[in-house]
């Protein structure tokens, strides 16, 4: 099975052309690095296999399934996901950790308070974090939180967008660590990390579509 | 019962001369607001001998259709109000809001007026013209606020929603945290106002309802089942109104259709104060 695959993508933004002719075969379990500058369209093509942005032409395939109106709630079931704009204003910690195992879909998934503090101690998080709003969480923190509660949804295919945004090494280490042992899940990254490019089976660099190739 | 006195047309104009003194306030500290409030005082007046005119004719033909045609109005004027104030696009919203302050004011309405004070007419233009208005009134304030929020919220904070779609949530479930903030905003300022009610200020009706002629012990009690009819008619008219609404809103693929919200906000704009 594969885990992505795109087929003559074209994707545009305000009728601004941002991905031209983009073809990926993405294998199951495959480990991909995304790069490119910013703004080349990293965050789009993610934002596009999520069924979130629209194609102007070409065909998505997930778990070899087309994506499209019919397909796309199925297909989010599978995934889990990693926005770069994290800086929520609404709810506790706690409340966007634990609000993806309140989905019907991952309920079989949620996890015990031992499981979550252990990857909250894993990642460095400090047990007070859980209890605060999560507007006052440093950057890092967010992250680490998000990373932790996309980890335990434990599902087949994860996209991270800048996964070590405002992480130290130590913290990056531990994150590689954490995603790249799951040798059955695909995780497809955007990422300027020399480690993180260094450790992933493929890496696609999305300026070599960029429009105005 | 006491009949209230009237005022006499003289005595309203001394009324008016009151107006001097935040006229003379206003001028003296150059707030620009005299003509504001000389506008502001016109329109009222216009406005309720125009309806008092309305009220008039209703009572006395005290017919059901005419009535219910009366209340069509109120409800379309506020479904096109709260679409402006919201800084919302007619195209989504205004059906939904027709649907759901219809349904949400019919069916507590029915219940007010026919189960709990057994009008053996339920159309009876004394009571189903001003509760109708009364509710209308409080459903146009919760929903300005509940769905200013909800869609401001869901364009502001759109990767949290995108966040629970991509991790398993339908799209009922990825709005959740946005339905909890509209309803808190919503009604924060509505079970407040009940807390402190006959503490701070006696409300309005049962003011009137007193000077009226009734005993407070009567005047209480419509009081206590009318805040009931408005907490439930306010909560299900912006529960409703934004279930209707998400059904035009999103597209097939959970995404927010372009242009919802108008892109200047009006929201901000000043409210009328509540009297």
Redesign the interface.
């Known amino acids: 099975m594969s885990a992505v695959i795109t087929e003559k993508l074209n994707i545009s933004y305000n009728n601004i052309p941002i991905i031209k002719n983009f073809n990926a075969h993405i294998a199951e379990g495959e480990k991909v690095v995304i790069t490119g500058d910013s703004g080349t369209g990293k965050t789009t093509l993610l934002?596009a296999l999520?069924?979130?942005v629209?194609v102007s032409s070409g065909k998505i395939l997930l778990m070899d399934k087309v994506l499209n109106?019919d397909t796309?709630?199925e297909l989010?079931?599978k995934?889990?996901?990693?926005?770069?704009?994290?800086s929520?204003?609404?709810?506790q910690a706690k409340?966007?950790f634990f609000?993806?195992f309140?989905?019907?879909?991952?309920k079989a998934h949620r996890p015990s308070d031992d499981k979550i503090f252990e990857i909250f101690s894993y990642l460095n998080l400090p047990r007070s974090s859980y209890e605060k709003d999560f507007g006052e969480l440093s950057g890092g923190q967010k992250q680490r939180i998000?990373l932790a509660?996309?980890f335990l949804?434990n599902?087949e295919l994860i996209?991270l967008d800048e996964p070590t945004k405002g992480l130290d090494e130590k913290a990056i280490e531990k994150v590689m660590d954490l995603f790249f042992r799951e040798t059955d899940k695909t995780i497809i990254a955007t990422s300027h990390h020399p480690k993180w490019i260094e450790r992933s089976d493929k890496q696609i660099n999305i300026e070599n579509y960029a429009s105005n190739n | 019962m006491h009949q209230t006195i009237d005022i006499s047309y003289f005595n309203l104009f001394l009324g008016y001369l009151l107006l001097i003194i935040p006229v003379v306030v206003f001028y003296h500290f150059k707030t620009h607001l005299v003509k504001d409030s000389l506008v502001a005082v016109l329109r009222m007046t216009i406005q309720l001998f125009v309806v008092g005119l309305y009220l008039e004719i209703l009572f006395e033909y005290n017919d059901a259709w005419i009535n219910s045609a009366w209340w069509l109005i109120m409800v379309v004027v506020a479904a096109f109000t709260i679409v402006r104030r919201a800084s919302l696009k007619k195209k989504f919203f205004l059906i939904p809001l027709l649907i759901s302050l219809a349904i949400s004011l019919f069916l507590i309405d029915l219940y007010f007026l026919g189960f709990i004070i057994e009008l053996d007419y339920a159309f009876e233009a004394r009571y189903f013209i001003p509760i109708s208005g009364i509710l209308l009134g409080n459903c146009l304030k919760t929903n300005i606020l509940g769905l200013n929020t909800f869609y401001k919220?869901l364009h502001?904070?759109i990767?949290?929603y995108?966040?629970?779609?991509?991790?398993?949530?339908?799209r009922s479930?990825a709005l959740?945290?946005?339905m909890?903030?509209a309803l808190r905003t919503a009604f924060n300022p509505l079970i407040a106002g009940i807390s402190v009610i006959g503490l701070i200020s006696l409300p309005g009706m049962m003011t009137g309802q007193i000077l009226g002629g009734s005993s407070p012990n009567v005047a209480i009690k419509y009081q206590i089942m009318l805040m009931m009819a408005i907490f439930v008619s306010t909560v299900v008219s912006v529960v409703l109104t934004i279930l209707i609404a998400n059904n035009f809103v999103f597209?097939?693929?959970?995404?927010v259709k372009p242009g919802v919200m108008k892109p200047s906000s009006t929201a901000n704009r000043k409210e009328p104060r509540k009297l």
Do not use: C, H, M
Not at chain 2, 251 to 255: E, L, S, T, V
């Open positions: 934002n999520l069924g979130f629209p109106k796309v709630n989010r079931n995934t889990a996901f990693l926005p770069q704009e994290i929520f204003t609404i709810g409340d966007i609000e993806p309140t989905f019907r879909q991952n998000l509660s996309v949804l599902k996209l | 919220k502001s904070e990767t949290l995108r966040y629970y779609l991509a991790n398993g949530a339908t479930e959740i945290p946005f909890r903030e597209d097939k693929y959970g995404n």
